[in-house]
């Protein structure tokens, strides 16, 4: 019998509103495939992102239209090649690690040689709000070890990033600006940032004007983002940001994030973790890429109103690795 694959959609809603410099959304609509061989079923999760070009719809049917190729024996390598970075191909690579950890009563971890994975600790991101709401929002996360804070490019990022500090005051801190600032904005944010302790500044300028980043000091580590997808994307982010974040819906799944990670190391660049607005199905292949990372974001299951049952264990920011039950 060859194997079926099927996709659908799910839909999650969002605890309250989540904002960042280009808009808010109170759902989470996402897509699972399902790779069935005889009786065992592998699974994968991905969230199709307009900033990318994509939509839940169009996802949908490039992960349809590679149904017949894994029903004739497509396998990960090969889909590498039958499918582009993004969202669809994520969505396939991690239902076809899933299923053949299955297959062979293995962890994907140790299909993949790889040490096996310990619990890691997370950001919690706060979305963009007043300066006075983010921090109240800070406030109630204070025992976090490392908070995330999202920006807009306006006048306020610094008061908003002065009212996290204050009232947590013993949290890590890292930055996203999701392409909103100017590089004259971004140099003069900055030494505020610098003097606030916080760790990163992620994706300042747009992936189109990055290049103006190129020779100018900054006084603490730029995170390249939605300039970073693939491995083909990585070399000339060399000597315009320290750090990357790796996303499986930018790289195409597990597959290829592994690569990326690797390829990134040995070109001196430390590595973050991140994720989509999703469910614990997406979050446990990233959970493997985070090990060791020097950030980590896979959050996105505590913003939402619910998650999925089995789902990652988290211990208000610690996250234990994936059980069989839900993944790998």
């Known amino acids: 019998m060859p194997r079926l694959l099927t996709v659908r959609e799910e839909v999650f809603p969002i605890r309250g509103t989540f904002r960042i410099s280009r808009g808010a959304r109170t759902e989470a609509r996402i897509l699972v495939c399902e790779i069935a061989d005889g009786d065992v079923v592998g699974r994968g999760e991905c969230t199709p992102y307009a900033r990318y070009g994509e939509t839940?719809?169009?996802?949908?049917?490039?992960?349809?239209?590679?149904?017949?190729a894994i029903a004739g024996g497509l396998e990960r390598e090969g889909l590498q090649r039958a499918m582009r970075p993004g969202a669809a191909r994520n969505a396939v690579d991690c239902a076809l690690w899933d299923l053949e950890a299955k297959q062979a009563g293995r962890r994907v971890w140790e299909l993949a040689g790889l040490p096996e994975p310990e619990p890691v600790t997370t950001a919690f991101t706060l979305s963009v709000d007043t300066p006075e709401a983010m921090g109240r929002a800070a406030a109630e996360a204070a025992d976090r070890p490392l908070l995330k804070l999202k920006l807009t490019g306006d006048e306020e990022d610094?008061?908003?990033?002065?009212?996290?500090?204050?009232?947590?005051?013993?949290?890590?801190?890292?930055?996203?600006?999701?392409e909103a600032l100017t590089l004259e904005a971004a140099v003069a944010l900055a030494p505020a940032l610098a003097e606030a302790g916080v760790e990163l500044?992620?994706?300042?300028?747009?992936?189109?004007?990055?290049?103006?980043?190129?020779?100018?000091?900054?006084?603490?580590?730029?995170?390249?983002?939605?300039?970073?997808?693939?491995?083909?994307?990585?070399?000339?982010?060399?000597?315009?940001?320290?750090?990357?974040?790796?996303?499986?819906?930018?790289?195409?799944?597990?597959?290829?994030?592994?690569r990326l990670r690797a390829a990134a190391e040995a070109a001196g660049l430390r590595v973050m973790v991140g994720c989509m607005l999703a469910s614990s199905l997406a979050m446990a292949p990233a959970h493997l890429v985070a090990q060791g990372a020097a950030f980590v974001d896979i959050d996105g299951p505590l913003l939402l109103a619910r998650d999925r049952s089995p789902g990652l264990r988290y211990e208000r920011s610690l996250v234990h690795p994936p059980e069989p039950g839900l993944w790998g």
């Open 56 to 68: 839940v719809d169009e996802v949908a049917r490039a992960i349809a239209a590679i149904g017949p």
């Open 158 to 178: 610094a008061d908003r990033v002065a009212a996290v500090r204050a009232n947590a005051p013993k949290a890590r801190i890292i930055v996203d600006a999701n």
């Open 201 to 258: 500044l992620e994706q300042p300028l747009h992936a189109e004007a990055d290049e103006a980043l190129r020779g100018v000091p900054f006084p603490l580590p730029l995170g390249a983002d939605e300039s970073c997808h693939d491995t083909a994307t990585l070399p000339r982010l060399v000597g315009l940001y320290q750090v990357i974040n790796i996303k499986l819906d930018k790289t195409g799944g597990l597959t290829e994030a592994l």
